[in-house]
């Protein structure tokens, strides 16, 4: 990062530190250990619903869990006081507000309350503590994955409204699927083909192919209305997946175009010419553009 | 929508209403409040057959329903009404069956069945009720989806041949694997594997890889046929799928570049220059080209 | 089909009717009597393993399956004979013998088995009445559809080096996993896990994401190694599928554009002028090309 | 392969052996027999774990066993032996050293284990005679398939970025799935929903559409969440296995070109122009480039 002239110099290390470049090495250590220690905390509150495992170790995860709750507090605040250097534009109690309520703040703010609120203390809360699970979203955060995450965004955007289009197409063909067999087998097993809302589970664990074998036609007309459902409706449900997968490959290949081209100079000056604002290499904010270099 | 000189204005306004243009907020409105009704509707249709649910609500359910009927019927005859705005090549009688017998607006019109027959009132007869869940294909009509919805309806035209040779080459490869199994299976379980329709059952089940259990071999024989069927026919049934969703993607690719090459005004102006019909954007019908302008 | 001058006129007219042309309607009536009569008949050898229907019908089946036995017999025959037709390079006597050893002659000879052998009035040798059910192999010559067989085939030899190896790596990890899995599992489930052939059973079901729910591991190793193995499995398993997918894919585009550019009298020429062979368009065989006019 | 002069022709005509160029015959022999007896141990490893085969066949395959690790041995210390002739830019035991930590040398060398101590003729170690199944992993090796094989290497190493971003993402939509549901079924199911590690094999089998039926919910609100889980999360889970089968179809689309450029001359002097370095046609490691050709 490109420190700016007449910032607070402790800031801007803070924020460097948290924002590593490619050769800062004191930023890239801090990064490791907070990912490692996210995916110890996590692997604690996960092992810790194991009985046998808790009762043996339940001091070790107290302490271990306050422990670590006060390091990503402080990694809260010093993420919301320097959330204003890049985004020098902006007053700085906007840049912080602007921070605060985005998402990956605020899944870190929620992954916090057990803090706040000494719930981890008080006692056997399970729904509560899960919260602490939250923090594994922050690992998306750290590093350069932070990029493919926020193209990842960018697909499920540009590619809305066929998603939309093919989900409520789904959504309607399972809603007629569960609508179909729940007339043809209500009479032969009223137990499990009880309503539409219950056959709409039998649609969901059919059509997506998982099939536990909790329930399944038994007459002659729901083995040839759940065969020809099966048969044709695979295809329709797996088209959604099919269009992100092919949108998130288009982009990445249009990503390394541009990034082979900007190699050779060519993208970079056109863009610099003609760009009103820029992503933020950081969080991935439209910001406005610097002004270009004489 | 341009109003055309010379036709009675109210209509115009009515078919306006029921087609709504980017900045006619009274049209999207309505728009709105008819796919919250359908949506309502179908959501009522479903939670009615659960038993609890009908037994505490039934009067609500019965006085909402006629009410939304009401509703549907009104909308249904608007749209008769005003099908010839957009049509102006044909006599408006023609326009106005065209429109009856198109696929949305049959299915309109059986969904407004069980008002007509006076069954709702009448008693328990699930299946006609159920007709009500059809409604739910209307929203597909609504607002912009209906021009993905035409796309979506042109891959499956344009990609017919490869579809129906794959379709094919499936019902073959599933009807060989089931021969096969029934032969191999129906010694060693008799009342499972009786006959190859039903062993047509297992094929399905495992070829589209939804797998209950119902239905396994359990001899050698069958086992290594079952496996040798599952790993290389799994590849094939899910060909026809691949295909639709390579098509889809491409399809929406080109739209989207038309769409680009629209916006700078490269493509449109070719297009009126050899066009002899166009694409109504409300219906999505070939409609005659209306004479460029000079 | 343009008709060669010097050909006995009766040969070339049975010829014409077996491969229709778009405006011979005769030929076109007589292919679709014929698709009729194959899944006609298949039906019936699928429904007459059907203990009650067959207990009713067996004398129609009979005689109908005779009737139609003879009519296959004289369109094999007939194939055979006019075989040289399109064969114009080679002695007929050689041309017939091509033709008889082509795949699809072949399975309509084993097809006409039963005939032969008066099976069908011997008695219930079921797997032999089972070689009827090959006949609807059959459809898959019949108009226009040869030629997306033709370029499946293509398609599969274009990818053979591809498959062939991703297939063996599939075999591999299959192996290694059935392995594996066996190590796991063979001391809590000395029954069901009991060798390795046995275990790749589980392989197989798990990795095509059948799950019939027979086999699965029930210790915790097993269970690691078994999702394990799943997650990363059940990718590397849909990557012929998914290759072949794509292949037919790509290579139905190229046709595309291939008959777009055809159309527009582009390539034609530049063919005509560079080939020294062709397919045939009757059974896509290569054929000699014929001296391009002056 | 071109034999540079100066080199012993011993050494150069057992490397030439076990690398069989397109008009080696005695080369293409040997790699076959290899391949066979490859083939062939890993099925005796395989079939000797079904006790009613491996009590009647068990001298058979001890000999079998020993005879097939001797020459594997021979093969070994051939292939380290002439591990130099195409690695002249390095010392002798460096390019040998090279060899012995590649992968497939060192599986070769780990198959070799039983060998070295005698484990074979020793006892019933299961576990370590399972590492003979190793050795099917040298099948890859041998032919033209190491090509293949390392461009599925490439791919995975030019999409490491995503993979990693989306087996991420999978690993956190697993754990959050297993950690809601967790809460959701454990009071219904105690024995089941035991713990978050427990419910992950539940989250898994879902995910990967196998669905064996030994964990499913059986509440309301499990159903509901695990039914919306299943539609959202199939997709996500199948999305790295789709960019990996579209990577490989990208990779081998440009693998194509490039020959037929290169066999069209024109790629094929650029290259020489301008490469320091090559790709070794036998083992895949990057070499110095020779001296081009005046």
């Known amino acids: 990062m490109e420190l700016r002239a007449g910032w607070p110099s402790w800031k801007d290390r803070v924020f460097g530190l948290l924002h590593p470049d490619d050769d800062d090495t004191a930023a890239k250590l801090l990064n490791s250990f907070l990912a490692t220690l996210i995916v110890a905390n996590v692997a604690a509150a996960v092992m810790s619903t194991?009985?046998?495992?808790?009762?043996?170790?339940?001091?070790?995860?107290g302490v271990f869990e306050r422990v670590s709750l006060m390091v990503f507090a402080v990694e809260y605040a010093a993420r919301v006081w320097t959330a204003d250097v890049h985004r020098g534009h902006l007053?700085?109690?906007?840049?912080?507000?602007?921070?605060?309520v985005?998402?990956?703040?605020?899944?870190?703010?929620?992954?916090?309350?057990p803090l706040l609120f000494g719930l981890l203390s008080?006692?056997?809360?399970?729904?509560?503590?899960?919260?602490?699970?939250?923090?594994?979203?922050?690992?998306?955060?750290?590093?350069?994955?932070?990029?493919?995450?926020?193209?990842?965004?960018?697909?499920?955007?540009g590619r809305a409204e066929e998603l939309?289009?093919?989900?409520?197409?789904?959504?309607?063909?399972?809603l007629s699927a569960a609508t179909l067999m729940y007339l043809a087998e209500r009479e032969a097993q009223p137990q499990v083909y009880a309503s539409i809302p219950q056959t709409m589970w039998w649609a969901i664990v059919t059509l997506t192919?998982?099939?536990?074998?909790?329930?399944?036609?038994?007459?002659?007309?729901?083995?040839?209305?759940?065969?020809?459902?099966a048969l044709f409706g695979v295809g329709l449900v797996a088209l959604p997946?099919?269009?992100?997968?092919?949108?998130?490959?288009?982009?990445?290949?249009?990503?390394?175009?541009?990034?082979?081209?900007?190699?050779?100079?060519?993208?970079?000056?056109?863009?610099?010419?003609?760009?009103?604002?820029?992503?933020?290499?950081?969080?991935?904010?439209?910001?406005?553009?610097?002004?270009?270099?004489?």
Chains 1, 2, 3, 4 share one sequence.
């Open 209 to 229: 192919t998982v099939g536990y074998g909790d329930m399944f036609p038994q007459t002659i007309l729901g083995k040839i209305l759940g065969g020809t459902i």
């Open 164 to 174: 939309f289009v093919t989900v409520t197409l789904v959504l309607v063909l399972m």
């Open 102 to 113: 985005s998402p990956l703040a605020l899944i870190d703010l929620v992954a916090l309350l």
């Open 50 to 61: 194991v009985e046998s495992v808790q009762a043996r170790y339940v001091g070790t995860f």
């Open 91 to 100: 007053q700085p109690w906007a840049a912080r507000l602007r921070y605060v």
């Open 241 to 294: 997946a099919g269009l992100l997968a092919s949108g998130f490959a288009e982009e990445m290949g249009r990503m390394r175009e541009e990034r082979e081209s900007e190699e050779l100079g060519l993208l970079a000056q056109e863009k610099a010419a003609t760009a009103t604002w820029s992503y933020c290499p950081h969080c991935g904010e439209k910001l406005p553009a610097p002004p270009s270099a004489p």
């Open 122 to 157: 008080a006692g056997d809360l399970v729904a509560l503590r899960a919260l602490r699970l939250l923090r594994i979203l922050s690992l998306l955060r750290l590093g350069r994955y932070s990029k493919t995450l926020q193209l990842f965004g960018r697909v499920l955007r």
